[in-house]
C-alpha cells in the first residue's frame, strides 16, 4: 500500500464499462416505459 499514488491509475476501461452500462439502463428504462404505456392503450 506504501507505493499507492491517488490518480495514476488507468481507468478507462471502467470508464467505459460505466458508460456502456448507463447506456444500456436508459434504454431498458426508456422500453419499458414504453412497452408499459403501450399495454395501457391497448388493454381492452
Known sequence: MADYKHGEMDITAQEQAFEGFLKW?????????????LFALFNS
Open 25 to 37: 439502463s436508459a434504454r431498458v428504462a426508456v422500453a419499458s416505459i414504453v412497452i408499459l404505456i
